[in-house]
């Protein structure tokens, strides 16, 4: 809910009129907003707008400042002595080591979720003759047995345990 004092309640609505009917009314869905989205919500210089394209660095900050002041950080400066070797900026080391960092969580994880699905996964071998096996039983006509058939190779593990019967 928005809420102002008194004071500033008026001094707003006689500015804005039409912000009237958000003030002091409930915010619908807030609590399974606040679910969503708690606190992890960028804010500040890390909150981009939604028309910005994602996985791009913001460079308007340097632009805009090159704009406002006539010099372009890009130029360097006149004094003292110079080097020759090039260092990535700040923000590309951070970008880097944030990169590193997230990059590097989600290759162990998938590699810990391969290994795990592997461990889990069993083969699915069946013997090779158990189809033979199933012909060999009295009493069924070929198209039970084909069915039956069917129906243990779409389930191995029922299929071993069905060769397994004595």
Known sequence: ???????HYNNHIQDHKADAEFFSKPLLHYR??????????????????SSAPLGRDDNDADSQEAEDTGYDASE???????????RPSKRAKL?????????GAVKSVGKYLANA?????HPDDLPP??????????????????????YLVANPSIGRAFYALP
């Not at 970008?95 to 990059?103: D, K, Q, S």
């Open 129 to 150: 003759d158990l189809f033979p096996m199933l012909q060999s039983m009295p009493g069924f006509n070929s198209a039970h047995i084909s069915y039956y058939f069917h």
């Open 32 to 49: 399974q907003m606040e679910t969503i989205f708690g606190n992890s919500m960028a804010t500040g210089n890390f909150a981009k707008d």
């Open 1 to 7: 809910m928005i809420t102002l004092d008194a004071e």
């Open 117 to 121: 699905i592997q461990m889990v996964a």
């Open 76 to 86: 360097g400066t006149t004094q003292g002595a110079t080097s020759s070797a090039s």
């Open 95 to 103: 970008a880097e080591i944030e990169e590193e960092g997230l990059i």
